[in-house]
């Protein structure tokens, strides 16, 4: 999609609030966004102007009324016009925050997305269900990307540790930084395709796999076809490749009683749950998320007495 008039003219052009002001830059920005067809004009239009300016939420109210230089009002049409070609708020910022953790992403990572903690929620679930938080556990968060799942968990699971495998070099490289920043050394990271190169026991596995149907990613939203990695989308023809390997994989790289929790896409909880059954393993219920979408699944290797 082309970006709409030039940012620019559009904040010179005289408004109820002056569009040379902050707040009338937001409002400016919100109105073009809307008429491109973003589905958040008014949020991205705020954060945007926000990081132009460097300012946070409350600053950015404050400043509400203040004339913007003309630097500054160069650098918010530069942001706008990236947004119009449907670039995300995340990616143009360069961080988004999961499970309340401030995270980096960059072109070699996913954008963590909020449906996504439903894994959180469901590992942390199947902890609780054998016992307390301060145990120690080891576990592995498979395709790791930016190191989200593994992060949040970690900060959960205080004594516990964990490995984040995945095949690009560079989102490692991000992953490592993010757990840098959140001086999380008992995180590390492998280059290795899913299971590969790793030995067990562990007693989580998780993961957010790509379950994208190979033939489906053409009709993904621009923001997801256009900027996450394919390698991070495609899972095959059917969206069930990695689901394959990782059922294949777990029960030799799960301890006792150990658990794996996947993310999957919209109608795949059944051929999921029955990939993990066919492979010894017992799963529970999916997990919806927020929305009510079936969104997380977990399974468990079998103690066997």
């Known amino acids: 999609m082309r970006p709409g008039p030039d940012f620019v003219a559009t ?45 946070d939420h409350a600053g950015l109210a404050a400043a509400g009324e203040r004339a913007l230089e003309r630097d500054e009002t160069e650098a918010i049409a530069a942001l706008a016009r990236r947004r119009l070609r449907r670039e995300p708020v995340a990616r143009i910022l360069g961080g988004k925050e999961f ?76 992953a490592r930084d993010n757990a840098r920043n959140l001086r999380l050394s008992r995180a590390a990271f492998l280059a290795a395709d899913m299971t590969a190169a790793l030995s067990g026991p562990f007693d989580l596995i998780v993961a957010n796999p790509p379950y994208i149907r190979s033939g489906d990613i053409a009709a ?46 919209v109608g795949q909880a059944h051929a999921v749950s029955a990939l993990f059954s066919a492979a010894g393993l017992v799963p529970a219920s999916p997990r919806t998320d927020l929305s009510g979408v079936p969104r997380a699944l977990m399974a468990r290797k079998v103690a066997k007495n």
């Open 11 to 55: 904040a010179a052009r005289p408004e109820s609030t002056d569009a040379r002001t902050a707040a009338g830059a937001r409002l400016a920005l919100t109105r073009e966004f809307r008429a491109a067809g973003i589905d958040t004009p008014e949020l991205d239009a705020r954060l945007l102007v926000a990081h132009a300016l460097g300012l």
């Open 99 to 174: 499970w309340s953790l401030p995270l980096r992403i960059d072109a070699a990572t996913l954008v963590p997305r909020p449906e996504t903690e439903t894994v959180v929620e469901a590992a942390l679930a199947a902890v609780d269900a054998d016992g307390a938080r301060s145990r120690s556990l080891r576990i592995a968060d498979l395709g790791t990307g930016c190191g989200a799942l593994l992060l949040a968990l970690l900060t959960e699971l205080p004594r516990s540790s964990g490995v984040g495998t995945d095949i690009s070099f560079a989102a490692l490289a991000v």
């Open 220 to 265: 993904l939203a621009p923001e997801v076809r256009d900027f996450d990695p394919r390698t991070a989308l495609d899972g095959g023809p059917d969206g069930l490749d990695y689901y394959r390997s990782i059922a294949a994989a777990a029960p030799g790289l799960l301890g006792p009683g150990g658990a794996v929790i996947v993310e999957f896409g």
